[in-house]
């Protein structure tokens, strides 16, 4: 069975500093990587996938993740965080079919001014 | 385009009592989830619809939890009798097609507190 795990549950950065959160995900096959934000009170928003093809994903909010197979990660950066990226960031693998999401357990991101 | 509609977006109960949750889907999505997040973790699939079957219920509790999309659009998700353990976020999600992985999008979800 697939799982991920966010070894941060935690992380503070300054308003204007880079950001990396971190993936690791175990699954036997090739997988479908998803990183979701949720603001307080909302739903999950996607930020990004991968499904195949360029390592290196674009997402919104001018956020990238890198699949790196050989460690088994996607992890999540950004050159420059804003106040209003402060939320819980969940990684999320998905199998080949049945569409059947594991999300790790997320890492709540504070932003100091 | 609208997005997943969830009501209500709270709700708070006494143990073994009953709870209804309702969901409508993005229009023309067929594929429902709903998903259970408890405080601190990440959201754990519950049921999974395709149409107005379900796909995938492993995860469900059906000894106190029933789900059903009847005419393969809006879903009900019951507790009854509900515990002390059920207190989570219920999250309602749809996705547009059928047996592939795909972008599921998100409502707001519903906010149980089981007293």
């Known amino acids: 069975a697939q799982s991920v795990t966010q070894p941060d549950i935690h992380i503070t950065v300054s308003e204007g500093a880079s950001l990396e959160l971190r993936c690791n995900y175990s699954?036997?096959?090739?997988?479908?990587l998803f990183w979701y934000v949720q603001s307080p009170g909302q739903g999950l928003q996607l930020l990004l996938k991968?499904?195949?093809?360029?390592?290196l994903v674009q997402g919104i909010k001018g956020f990238e993740a890198e699949f790196k197979r050989s460690q088994s990660s996607f992890n999540l950066r950004k050159p420059s965080v804003h106040w209003s990226d402060a939320a819980e960031y969940f990684c999320?693998?998905?199998?080949?079919?049945?569409?059947?999401?594991?999300f790790g357990t997320g890492t709540r991101l504070q932003v100091t001014l | 385009e609208a997005g997943v509609a969830q009501s209500p977006r709270y709700k708070i109960i006494e143990k073994r009592q009953s709870v209804a949750f309702w969901c409508n889907p993005i229009?023309?999505?067929?594929?429902l989830y709903w998903y259970q997040q408890i405080l601190g973790q990440g959201p754990k699939l519950l049921i999974q619809?395709?149409?107005?079957?379900?796909?995938?219920d492993s995860q469900l509790p059906k000894d106190r939890f029933s789900a059903e999309r009847l005419k393969g659009v809006d879903s009900t998700l019951k507790i009854q009798p509900a515990k002390l353990e059920d207190s989570a976020v219920y999250l309602c999600?749809?996705?547009?097609?059928?047996?592939?992985?795909?972008?599921?999008?998100f409502g707001p979800g519903t906010r149980l507190t089981v007293l």
């Open positions: 999600a749809s996705s547009p097609r059928k047996g592939t992985t795909d972008t599921q999008y």
């Open positions: 619809f395709q149409n107005n079957g379900v796909v995938d």
């Open positions: 229009s023309g999505h067929a594929t």
């Open positions: 991968y499904f195949s093809g360029d390592t």
């Open positions: 699954y036997g096959a090739t997988p479908y």
């Open positions: 999320a693998v998905g199998t080949g079919t049945a569409s059947k999401l594991t």
